[in-house]
């Protein structure tokens, strides 16, 4: 959850940004509005289109996706006396929901204030249209269908102009572009960009009610000049769509402005290179987890020893790394990272007695395997899903929470990263963890111990229908 929203807040800076640079200037105002929702649009698909298949055919995105599983994929690093120790994540999200509940209630003040009012004004024709009558001093304003005005208050030449551009906000349904706007930037309160464009929004969609004022033959002069007369009115909401709505400089310096040359129509079609970018940019991850799920069967196993082989071998200064095989499915330098802290390279003589462990390994491993599958029956367990397996919640903060540092562990200074392996069945329960890789006895117990008392995910899907997965957590001990 949090890295979906962490993207969708990307994408809409790297959206605004392109907006602001190549579009802002431009008088093609229905062109702006389609850009400026589909902006929204692409926020929100980018990071829940999964291309995965597709680009897991191109050699260079695995590559990248490879380098993006060793350095930047989550590892939950559980310390001694860490127990509650991501309790700042409950009291963040706790302070973040309080504000997005604020403003909501903000938003449905606002909205009900327009109702209120609808049904406490008076109705009357003006203009031939049908409009609720203000008594006070507020300014001009629709929502939707409903046109709000004082007629007593204005000429019949002004009441023409803003029956024309109220009317323009009504006709093309401006009210629900405001709406979703507004909405967004209630989610999204956290990212400035969202704000900018909000405001961005209801300022063409201004220029839009504008242009269709003087493109009835009205004076432009004369309708700046009625604008700058009712420009410090009050409004009733925000949400609104405001005649007299801030700022009028932009808007008048937008009237006379020179229409853009429609050959400039033509750039808009970038978007489509940029929505493709983010979206091979935003799969990148979903690619990297599928390359570290991978990695828990068997014919990932051969391709870590040549891959191993290609690679200086090291070993522990103090001891070697062990792996007990009747639980793995890996030999250890396939999921080795770049942690060389205290290892230093074997000789050339070692290194042939090296590799010929290595495929020893793999033979077991493969026999474990074997006799896994056995075990399993008629079962099969799909190593990637379409859709794979997720945790209600945060996993990290539940394994954080359960887990204990254990005491001998600490004691004798045991630490590094476990990874343990297990299957997330149709029915979300979790099965037969298993250590992928070992770091001590006690260790790997306490990760066991807690990855096999975990509740119920949800599970895997392919084509719509839920099977069993294999899942892989990496879980790094780490003492102070």
């Known amino acids: ?26 008088t093609f105002f ?20 999964n291309c995965s298949y597709w680009l897991n055919k191109s050699v260079g995105v695995v590559s990248m996706a490879n380098e993006y599983a060793d350095i930047i994929l989550p590892i939950v690093t559980i310390t001694p006396g860490d127990n509650g120790s991501f309790g700042w994540e409950a009291v963040a999200m706790t302070a973040y929901s ?14 009900s204030a327009i109702v209120l009012l609808k049904r406490k004004c008076k109705k009357a024709e003006v203009c031939g249209i049908n409009v609720c009558l203000l008594e006070g001093d507020e300014g001009p304003f629709s929502f939707f269908h409903w046109i709000f005005l004082n007629p007593m208050r204005h000429s019949q030449l002004e009441l023409d102009e803003i029956i024309a551009h109220e009317r323009a906000h009504c006709r093309q349904l401006h009210s629900l572009d405001i709406l979703f706007a507004e909405l967004f930037a209630i989610v999204f309160w956290v990212n400035p960009f969202a704000w900018l464009l ?16 003087l493109a009835g033959g009205r004076d432009s002069k004369e309708y700046q000049y009625h604008l700058l007369g009712l420009a410090y009115r009050k409004n009733v909401a925000t949400i609104s769509n405001n005649f007299n709505v801030l700022p009028l400089k932009k808007r008048i310096k937008m009237m006379n402005k020179k229409r853009t040359n429609g050959v400039a129509k033509a750039k808009y079609v970038l978007y489509v290179p940029l929505a493709v970018m983010l979206l091979v940019v935003s799969n990148i991850e979903i690619v990297a987890r599928e390359i570290a799920s991978v990695t828990t069967n068997g014919p990932a196993t051969a391709v870590s020893v040549n891959r191993q082989v290609s690679k200086p071998l090291m070993v522990q200064k103090e001891k070697p790394m062990a792996v007990e095989m009747g639980n793995a499915d890996l030999p250890v330098g396939k999921e080795e990272k770049s942690e060389t802290e205290g290892v230093v390279p074997l000789t050339a003589e070692a290194e042939a007695p090296a590799v010929e462990n290595d495929e020893a390994a793999t033979e077991a491993s493969e026999e474990e395997q074997a006799d896994q599958k056995q075990k399993e029956g008629d079962r099969k367990v799909y190593a990637v899903s379409e859709e794979m397996p997720s945790f209600n919640g945060s996993v990290n903060a539940w394994l954080v929470q359960n887990m204990k540092y254990p005491v001998d562990a600490a004691r004798n200074k045991e630490q590094g990263t476990v990874i343990v392996k297990f299957i997330v069945t149709a029915q979300g329960e979790v099965k037969d963890p298993v250590i992928v890789r070992s770091i001590s006895p006690s260790l790997d117990k306490e990760a066991l111990r807690v990855v096999s008392v975990m509740p119920k995910w949800n599970p895997g899907k392919n084509k719509g229908k839920s099977v069993d997965v294999y899942y892989c957590i990496p879980i790094r001990f780490k003492l102070n």
Not at 98 to 111: D, E, I, N, T, Y
Not at 198 to 213: P, Q
Request: proline share 1%.
């Open 198 to 213: 909000k405001r961005e929004v209801r300022l063409n969609l201004e220029f839009l009610a504008d242009n269709n004022v």
């Open 30 to 49: 229905s062109w702006k509005r389609a850009a400026l929702m589909g902006m929204y649009v692409v926020a929100v698909l980018v990071p829940g289109l």
């Open 98 to 111: 309080m504000v997005v509940a604020v403003l909501l209630l903000r938003l449905l003040w606002q909205l």
């Open 1 to 26: 959850m949090g890295i979906c929203f962490l993207k969708i807040n990307i994408a809409l800076v790297i959206l605004f940004g392109f907006y602001k640079l190549m579009f802002s200037s431009d």
